[in-house]
């Protein structure tokens, strides 16, 4: 029988700490809250640049089905987990603005959800900013960072990630998405010219999978 592999959590803070490394989640994570972020619909199919990243995601993911990873563990669920059960503690990840501290479990929950667009990973240049709408302040020391969720509060976010069992996210699915933001109808097909709006009363109501051009 095949072997099937999964990336583990662990590989989040490796992503992390060689991010921190370039020096690239420090800057992006510097940007603004609004200016600078390219905002994007995740249905595509995308034109330009952008299909062309999306490429590059596609063949990343294929890359990976082709060695045996069938799934990946984002990792998100420990953090949150971990920021919960002992906020104050030191995590494993580098800190950008001093590489050589670490973040508090709490702070480092919070970026991720906040600054997903400044993680490093095959699919985090398409958010905005990140899973969570909120602002993260670095301060003088990891302990001093200020941070806030705007809407879901972190229990919730808590509450939602030990629901989904194991997080596994199937390398196959990341990988037909990446194909339709690319266009690349000969990986995964939409047939767009079959979707249409459905209209109820005054309201709009739209059908799924229903805008396809990039937002900036």
């Known amino acids: 029988m095949e072997r099937q592999h999964t990336e583990t959590g662990a590989g989040l803070l490796a ?3 060689r991010a921190v490394g370039t ?3 420090t800057h992006r994570a510097g940007s603004g809250s ?3 972020w390219t905002r994007l619909d995740t249905t595509g199919p995308y034109t330009g640049d952008l299909a062309l990243r999306a490429a590059a995601t596609r063949d990343v ?3 990976l089905l082709a060695q045996g990873t069938y799934a990946t563990d984002p990792g998100l669920a420990a953090l949150i987990a971990e920021a919960v059960a002992d906020p104050a503690a030191p995590s494993p990840a580098p800190w950008p603005p001093n ?3 670490r973040f508090t479990r709490a702070g480092l929950a919070h970026f991720a959800l906040i600054r997903t667009a400044a993680l490093p990973g095959p699919a985090n240049w398409i958010y905005a900013q990140g899973h969570s709408a909120g602002e993260y302040a670095f301060g003088a020391t990891p302990a001093e960072d200020r941070f806030t969720l705007a809407h879901t509060s972190l229990a919730t976010w808590r509450a939602a990630t030990a629901a989904l069992g194991s997080g596994l996210i199937p390398t196959a699915l990341m990988r037909d998405l990446a194909a339709v933001w690319a266009g690349d109808e ?3 097909r939409i047939p767009w ?3 249409r709006p459905r209209w109820c009363g005054s309201t709009p ?3 799924a999978a229903t805008t396809r051009a990039a937002r900036t």
């Open 15 to 17: 992503r992390i700490e």
């Open 23 to 25: 020096g690239d989640a």
């Open 205 to 207: 109501r739209w059908a």
């Open 34 to 36: 609004g200016s600078g």
């Open 61 to 63: 993911y294929a890359g």
């Open 99 to 101: 590489p050589s501290l």
């Open 186 to 188: 000969a990986t995964y």
């Open 193 to 195: 010219d079959r979707i």
